[in-house]
T-cell receptor, first 111, second 113 residues
């Protein structure tokens, strides 16, 4: 069955420290992976997707098909990065609807 | 653009009552999604529409749940009768064909006593 796993419910780091939010997926087809973020009192919004291979707000994520992972990384965390982060998997076939979310990781960046 | 609009933002009701959640997608978007978020199960897709037609309702938990999209600018999610285990945050999201991003509403926090 298709599944997205985020093993950490809470990740706490100090400002300036590197951060890595883990995401593993289970899917035999060609996946499309995303990271969504929800800041306090804001809407859930797209942070980045693996196809674009871009850095957003200093965050990057590389799809590793061998390890079925899509970890989110940032070399130097900032306090404004504190938020809930969700990894999501869109199944192949171009269907808009098949988006499966992990349970989320709450990132807390301390001053 | 105000983005995806959901109402009400908070709903408290008693077990057995009918609950109706409302969503207005972003103008021009032709996909609409309903999600439910709970601590135990995270964010789950309940149903989605394309051009007002339900495409996949396999995530709808049971017959007490129903969703409609009478036109391109309005959708409802109804629970009848409601039960305490339906307490959750319900999100609506929309997107356009060919796009990769789903745009989420602020959510409706439902509490069933």
């Amino acid at each position: 069955a298709q599944r997205v796993t985020q093993p950490e419910k809470l990740l706490s780091v100090f400002k300036g420290a590197p951060v890595e939010l883990k995401c593993n997926y289970s899917y035999s087809g060609s996946p499309e992976l995303f990271w969504y973020v929800q800041y306090s009192r804001q809407r859930l919004q797209l942070l980045l997707r693996h196809i674009s291979r871009e850095s957003i707000k200093g965050f990057t994520a590389d799809l590793n098909k061998g390890e079925t992972s899509f970890h989110l990384k940032k070399p130097f965390a900032q306090e404004e990065d504190s938020a809930m982060y969700y990894c999501a998997l869109r199944l192949g076939g171009g269907s808009q609807g098949n988006l499966i979310f992990g349970k989320g990781t709450k990132l807390s960046v301390k001053p | 653009d105000a983005g995806v609009i959901q109402s009400p933002r908070h709903e408290v009701t008693e077990m057995g009552q009918e609950v109706t959640l409302r969503c207005k997608p972003i103008s021009g978007h032709d996909y609409l999604f309903w999600y439910r978020q709970t601590m135990m199960r995270g964010l789950e897709l309940l149903i989605y529409f394309n051009n007002n037609v339900p495409i996949d309702d396999s995530g709808m938990p049971e017959d007490r749940f129903s969703a409609k999209m009478p036109n391109a600018s309005f959708s409802t999610l109804k629970i009848q009768p409601s039960e305490p285990r339906d307490s959750a945050v319900y999100f609506c999201a929309s997107s356009f064909a060919g796009g990769h991003e789903q745009f989420f509403g602020p959510g409706t926090r439902l509490t069933v006593l």
